[in-house]
């Protein structure tokens, strides 16, 4: 991956005369994100509009500045765009990229009949299959963040008074609920699926382990989402494993919950963070007015 990165320095240092602050800048934004693409296993001409949405979003998890992340999305639609003038790429990924500017609009979220589908293509006996329906059964039901949920250790699942403890951001612990489903889901994950996927490997100790044996990345459950997604019949640029916590806030506040208790769960550290899930829920309801009432 590093011919590309000098290919890219040089291009622009030469040909775009760009000052040596800002070569160095964008330098270590592109090494940055070629490190995560080699933690993920995905090469740079793999990588899709998804891929690069979700490694911004990291970078937000990982508590970038919004500075930062806006540098960083420049830098990868530069990236992309001296790629595909080369031939190194058939189509540029970056080229949909959302400006940060956009992150104010109301997020996207799945109805319930879109959820039940996607835990629908998890049925069935296999180790994958329960541990992808644990996996978003918790993600729908507890609202966590993608960190959250794949950090989540074995000894911080409390099925017996249904709990779950996760750590955000600054290291910040908080107590979730278990609803019945996820609980049932993690229970049946922990009665022999995770032992199978574990074999004779020493135990990562986190909840959620991968096929072989060591702990879910950010970009594998990323993929197990988007293949059941597409065994669900749901197109795949619908869902997002940010799309389960916006549609768990969503839900609730239309099922009557309150915007404290719904920034509580999120934790968020403000109120005006939680807001937007108002404007998403006055959304949904006009939908369903719209689509079920005689006079919609």
Not at 10 to 22: C, D, G, M, N, V
Not at 37 to 61: C, K
Not at 251 to 263: D, I, K, N, T
Request: with cysteine.
């Amino acid at each position: 991956m590093m011919p590309l990165l000098d290919g890219f320095v040089e291009h622009l240092a030469f040909e775009k005369r760009l000052s040596p602050r800002t070569v160095d800048a964008y330098a270590s934004d592109i090494r940055a994100y070629l490190s995560a693409l080699e933690d993920w296993e995905v090469a740079p001409h793999e990588a899709d509009t998804d891929v690069l949405r979700e490694y911004l979003a990291r970078l937000h998890d990982l508590g970038h500045a919004a500075s930062s992340r806006q540098r960083a999305r420049s830098a990868l639609r530069s990236f992309y765009r001296h790629l595909a003038s080369r031939g190194q790429v058939k189509s540029d990924p970056a080229r949909e990229l959302e400006a940060p500017s956009k992150a104010k609009t109301l997020p996207r979220v799945l109805t319930i009949e879109q959820v039940e589908a996607l835990l629908a293509a998890c049925e069935g006996t296999k180790a994958a299959e329960i541990r992808d329906r644990a996996l978003i059964e918790t993600a729908y039901g507890t609202g966590t963040r993608v960190s959250e949920l794949v950090g989540l250790g074995s000894e911080d699942v409390d099925l017996r008074d249904r709990w779950i403890r996760v750590r955000g951001k600054g290291s910040k612990e908080r107590l979730l609920p278990l609803g019945d489903a996820a609980a049932t889901a993690i229970g049946a994950y922990l009665g022999g699926p995770r032992g199978h996927l574990l074999g004779r490997r020493s135990d990562p100790g986190v909840l959620f382990l991968n096929q072989r044996g060591g702990g879910l990345s950010r970009m594998g459950f990323w993929r197990i989402l988007r293949k059941r997604a597409i065994e669900g019949g749901l197109p795949s640029s619908a869902v997002h494993p940010h799309v389960l916590r916006h549609s768990f806030a969503t839900h609730l506040l239309h099922g009557g919950a309150s915007l404290r208790v719904v920034q509580e769960l999120l934790g968020h550290s403000s109120l005006k963070t939680t807001e937007i899930y108002t404007a998403v829920d006055r959304d949904y309801l006009r939908h369903v007015h719209h689509e079920f009432h005689p006079r919609g």
